[in-house]
């Protein structure tokens, strides 16, 4: 039996309007859907299929709607079949079938709702990146976690998934980070040259100042002494220390990005480092194959419309003709002296993931990339010849608020929230939940005593609170009825025939709905559905808490009703099971008691 109650009957229904309308093709039939009812009162699922079949057939929806539900009226488990509104048709399920829910749960466990929607396809998911020239801030943090739980997410729905972390290690900020570290360097081998004249000596100026680079600094002066100076402690030509110190400082940043992000609950399996993709002549073969396909030419391009692009220049380049793949205008990707854009080493490392094997690129950036996107898209669909496809989800900006104001947490940064207070603050469940309540797209405002108010406007203690409320039923239940009993084991055969009343069916059904919304989410890649699915089950089952406290019949623990106690409890198991497997996705914990 299927875990998808919805993907069940639709097969169903496709199987009769193959009958009702042979004519119809499998492209409408690809458009037919199942979906919960936005009212009870009108059933538990309503099916378009009648709207979709009316073209083709040439027939009102409403009398094609009307054969569909006399012909679904005969199918095991449906207990009415109606043709309702311009032509859909409203299913109501036999209460049994719901009820056959809960030994399923208990028998899958947090995998419960696994789907193999993805059938192993190999999805690469890039999320974070940011530079490592200081350290993981709280504009990074939405990426991170809608990147993370996107991940969960594909992977819980049968793809095939690695989570990548790209280093951006060559370039101008890198060597500026570089030039950074070594001022922090003379400083702790005694220098007395301040930043001014230092920064009179720096190609491109001293541009990171935070203290997060005094320790590394130390370590430098600890690893080689006065080596890397002149003079015991003055600057020596850049030939004779650049490179190592600009390995040095990159590797301790990242160390401390990948402990900041651990915190977070973020474990990439692969992290690709840009300087060895162009050691490698990635970007190099990337644009070859480009120039093969006819792609490339020479050219000068009409100048942008507001800030100029540091990449624009107005005379001859290598252009790349990415209108021909929906661009709006041709990118560049050789300047005039013959160096590579940053586009074209993007393109490098993109061919690069192709290269592995990966079938579906997914790139998490912020919103301020936005304008990136139809140029990489268009990169991949030449060089792919549209094969891979490339995905771009876009995370707005989180403003962190305290009583409706801005706040700074950070001193050791200098300007900016790190990732690492934004965690001591308010705890890695806490920001994980809350950055996945609103669609990645939408504006977020995080305010820090919302996020830990044990108010039901909080959801993230609201689905915690009734995590919590569930794990007490059951271990007073173990109490009650010895603890083999409360088992899953030892629940998967108890009767059910007791929930029967309205709250308990409509827990039923929205624990039914697990399976598609994780199909759902996972087709749409939107994580966030995640989230608004658990508030509606913590919603569904604090209702059943507040009905036991008027009405006894309702209470989960009945002394006189043994039979009636294993059904309710079985149903508490199934929807904590079903909470857990939703925070699993999420990167959240589960909690088992509230303080």
Request: proline share 4%; charged share 25%; with cysteine.
């Amino acid at each position: 039996m299927s875990d998808c109650l919805f993907q069940r009957y639709r097969t169903h229904v496709l199987e009769i309007l193959r009958r009702v309308v042979p004519e119809i093709g499998e492209e409408s039939l690809a458009r037919v859907e199942l979906t919960p009812t936005r009212d009870p009162a009108h059933g538990d699922m309503a099916t378009n299929a009648a709207l979709i079949a009316a073209k083709p057939a040439r027939r009102k929806p409403a009398d094609i709607a009307a054969e569909l539900a006399t012909s679904l009226l005969g199918v095991e488990g449906i207990a009415s079949a109606q043709a309702a509104g311009p032509g859909f048709v409203n299913l109501t399920l036999e209460q049994s079938v719901l009820r056959d829910i809960v030994p399923i749960v208990l028998k899958a466990g947090e995998s419960f709702g696994d789907s193999q929607i993805g059938a192993d396809t190999k999805v690469n998911v890039e999320y974070v990146s940011c530079n490592p020239t200081g350290p993981i801030h709280v504009g990074h943090c939405r990426g991170a976690v809608v990147g993370d739980a996107l991940a969960n997410l594909l992977a819980k729905a049968g793809y095939d998934v690695t989570k990548e972390f790209y280093i951006n290690d060559a370039g101008n900020q890198v060597a500026a980070l570089a030039w950074a570290t070594y001022w922090r360097y003379l400083q702790a081998i005694g220098s007395t040259m301040d930043a001014e004249a230092f920064n009179a000596i720096t190609p491109n100026g001293l541009q990171y100042q935070g203290e997060y680079l005094i320790p590394i600094g130390q370590a430098l002066a600890e690893a080689h002494g006065t080596s890397l100076a002149e003079d015991g402690a003055k600057p020596a030509p850049a030939e004779k220390w650049f490179a190592l110190v600009k390995d040095f400082a990159v590797a301790r940043m990242m160390d401390g990005i990948r402990e900041d992000l651990l915190t977070l609950g973020v474990k990439h399996d692969v992290f690709t480092s840009e300087a060895k993709v162009l050691a490698d002549g990635v970007t190099d073969r990337a644009i070859k194959a480009l120039e093969d396909k006819g792609l490339l030419y020479e050219g000068v391009l009409e100048p942008p419309k507001g800030k100029l692009p540091d990449d624009w220049e107005a005379r001859p380049q290598t252009l790349f003709r990415s209108t021909e793949f929906g661009d709006d205008v041709d990118r560049p990707l050789r300047k005039s002296d013959g160096t590579n854009t940053y586009f074209a080493n993007d393109i490098g490392y993109h061919l690069d993931k192709v290269e592995r094997g990966e079938q579906v690129l997914i790139d998490v950036l912020g919103a301020d990339h936005g304008g990136y996107v139809s140029r990489m898209k268009a990169a991949v669909k030449a060089l792919t010849d549209g094969r891979v496809p490339l995905e771009v989800p876009l995370c707005q900006i989180v403003h962190i608020v305290r009583d409706g104001q801005p706040v700074r947490m950070s001193k050791r940064a200098g300007t900016f929230v790190t990732l690492s207070d934004l965690l001591d603050e308010v705890g890695k469940d806490a920001v994980r939940f809350t950055m996945l309540t609103r669609k990645s797209d939408a504006q977020m405002e995080f305010d820090l005593e919302a996020v830990v108010a044990q108010t039901r406007d909080n959801p993230v203690f609201y689905v915690q609170y009734a995590q919590a409320r569930c794990r007490s039923v059951l271990r007073a239940a173990e109490e009650m009825l010895g603890a083999e009993t409360v088992t899953p084991a030892g629940l998967k055969a108890v009767s059910l025939a007791a929930l029967s009343a309205d709250a308990e069916i409509a827990l039923l059904r929205r624990i039914a709905s697990w399976p598609r919304t994780v199909e759902g989410a996972a087709t749409a890649r939107e994580p966030h559905r995640i989230a608004f699915y658990l508030g509606d089950l913590a919603a569904d089952f604090h209702a059943l808490w507040n009905r036991g406290r008027d009405e006894t019949s309702l209470r989960f623990l009945q002394e006189n009703d043994r039979e009636g106690t294993l059904a309710r409890v079985a149903l508490v198991a199934a929807t904590a099971m079903t909470i857990r497997s939703g925070l699993a996705v999420m990167g959240v914990e589960p909690v088992e008691e509230m303080r």
